[in-house]
C-alpha cells in the first residue's frame, strides 16, 4: 500500500490538471503488479493458476490402453448377463413352464398355443448350438443350461407323452440330444437324476390326466445308463 501524495493547489488551472495525470499515473505504476497484464487483447490474471484450473496430465499410453479394455470388458460383461437372463426368461416361458401350459391345458387353443411355442423354441436351441455350442454361451455351461437341463432330462420319459408333447422327442434333435448328454455326464449330475422317481412322480400324482396311475415302462434311454 502505498500513501497517495497530495496535489498542489495552484492559481493555473493547466498546472493542477498535470499534476492530478501525475498522480493517476503513479497509482496504476505502483498497481501494475497485482493488475492483469494485456496481451493480444485478452486478459490474463497475474496469478499463477491452481487446483481446478491448472491442465491435469495425461495418463501414459500403457494406462490409457488398459482402461480402455478394462472398460470394455466390464460392458461385455454386462452385455452377457443380460443375454442370459433374456434366454433364460424365454426358456422359462416357452420350455420350462411350456410343458405345464401344454399338459395341463384345458382348451384346444391354449394348448396349440404352449405347444406351437415349446417346438418353435426347440428348433431354434437346435439351431443355436449347431452353430455357437457346445454350451449356450460357448465354452462353459451358465445358469441358463442347467434350466434348459432340467426341462430336457425329462422331456422323452414324461413330457413327450404325459404333457402330449409329442411332436418331437429330444432324441430326435441330434446337437439337442449331445448338448444333453454332455450335460448329464459332468461330474456328479448323474447323480442326482432318478428316473424312476420322475415317471412315479408324475404319472402317479397327475389324477386328472392319469386317473389310472399307470406308469409307463419305457422309454429306453441308453444315454443315461
Not at 433364460?88 to 406351437?116: H, M, W
Not at 451358465?142 to 422327442?169: I, M, P, Q, S
Request: glycine share 4%.
Amino acid at each position: 500500500m502505498h500513501l497517495q501524495q497530495p496535489i498542489l493547489r495552484t492559481n493555473n488551472p493547466a498546472d493542477e490538471n498535470q499534476q492530478i495525470r501525475d498522480a493517476h499515473r503513479r497509482d496504476y505504476i505502483l498497481q501494475l503488479p497485482r493488475l492483469a497484464h494485456q496481451s493480444a487483447g485478452q486478459l490474463f490474471p497475474a496469478e499463477p493458476r491452481t487446483g481446478w484450473q491448472t491442465r491435469p496430465r495425461r495418463r501414459p499410453m500403457h494406462q490409457r490402453r488398459q482402461h480402455i479394455h478394462q472398460r470394455r470388458r466390464k460392458k461385455l460383461i454386462r452385455l452377457r448377463c443380460c443375454w442370459q437372463a433374456a434366454l433364460s426368461q424365454e426358456i422359462y416361458e416357452t420350455v420350462n413352464n411350456g410343458v405345464y401350459r401344454a399338459g395341463f391345458a384345458t382348451s384346444q387353443s391354449s394348448y396349440q398355443e404352449a405347444f406351437q411355442a415349446l417346438f418353435a423354441t426347440l428348433d431354434t436351441l437346435e439351431e443355436r448350438l449347431s452353430e455357437n455350442g457346445p454350451y449356450l454361451f460357448g465354452e462353459a455351461p451358465v445358469e441358463t443350461d442347467w434350466r434348459l437341463f432340467c426341462t430336457l432330462v425329462r422331456f422323452d420319459a414324461v413330457y413327450h407323452g404325459h404333457f402330449k408333447c409329442n411332436l418331437r422327442k429330444v432324441a430326435e434333435y441330434p446337437t439337442l440330444q449331445a448338448y444333453l448328454e454332455r450335460l448329464y455326464r459332468l461330474p456328479g449330475i448323474a447323480d442326482t437324476v432318478d428316473f424312476d422317481h420322475i415317471k412315479r412322480h408324475y404319472y402317479v400324482t397327475h389324477d386328472d390326466i392319469n386317473p389310472s396311475r399307470i406308469v409307463p415302462s419305457g422309454p429306453e434311454l441308453p444315454w443315461s445308463e
